[in-house]
């Protein structure tokens, strides 16, 4: 089974609009962080925002929030008053405690493609 | 330097070659990671170092793919006898558990990535 899925491949949306991009995921672990980046075409993956399991809040940073809905395994990521320089693909990824440990071993989705029209 | 380095951006070689791809994170980062992300692929783990030590090499492919970290700053992926299918772009990154706003979340800063393409 897939650990974290992105179910749309490509996005549009209009500038100045908001988005959200999809992502739900898959563990048995209570405790995991959930990531979302963005890569744009140069190929450098842009941290964005980070949602631990157990935040009783929604993280939010700037244009970004997470909507985490723990008991639906969902993390998706809204992007707020979107801009031309958003357009890029956007991963998200989660990481497990694996029995106490939280280094970096991050499971990423596939990926969505956002391309945003002026 | 302010960010991770990885070089080289680019390489061509041709199959059953060996290649070295170089990292350089961001100083003081004490964790490094390798990643290889195919064409339409999210990035797949492969290996950690924590130091100078691989903690956890369990997403290397096959016994032609190593990786060393020897002084605990700059690391070296390398691959032996290449193959059409090693064909990808190998991202390093390096993470600090000092970041305060995310502590906890152990944040990966990746660099721009190594684009192999094995003819």
């Known amino acids: 089974a897939q650990k974290i899925t992105q179910t749309q491949p490509g996005m549009f949306v209009q500038e100045k609009e908001a988005v959200t991009l999809d992502c739900t995921y898959d563990?048995?672990?209570?405790?995991?962080?959930l990531f979302w980046y963005k890569q744009p075409s140069s190929g450098e993956m842009i941290f964005l925002i980070y949602q631990g399991s157990y935040d009783q809040q929604n993280a939010t940073e700037g244009r970004y929030s997470l909507n985490f809905q723990k008991a639906r395994k969902s993390a998706n990521l809204v992007i707020s008053a979107s801009q031309l320089g958003d357009s890029a693909m956007y991963f998200c990824a989660m990481r497990e405690a694996a029995g106490g440990t939280s280094y970096g071993k991050l499971t990423f989705g596939q990926g969505t493609i956002l391309t945003v029209h002026p | 330097g302010a960010g991770v380095s990885q070089t080289p951006s680019n390489k061509v070689t041709e199959k059953g070659k060996y290649v070295e791809l170089r990292c350089d994170p961001i100083s003081g980062h004490t964790a490094l990671y390798w990643y290889r992300q195919s064409l339409g692929q999210g990035p797949e783990f492969l290996i950690y170092f924590q130091g100078t030590g691989a903690a956890d090499d369990s997403g290397l492919p096959n016994d032609r793919f190593f990786a060393v970290r020897p002084e605990g700053s700059v690391s070296t992926l390398k691959i032996q006898r290449t193959e059409r299918g090693d064909s990808a772009v190998y991202l390093c990154a390096s993470s600090s558990s000092g970041q305060e706003r995310y502590s906890g979340a152990n944040v990966l800063t990746f660099g721009a990535g190594s684009r192999l393409t094995v003819l």
């Open positions: 563990t048995s672990d209570p405790s995991y962080g």
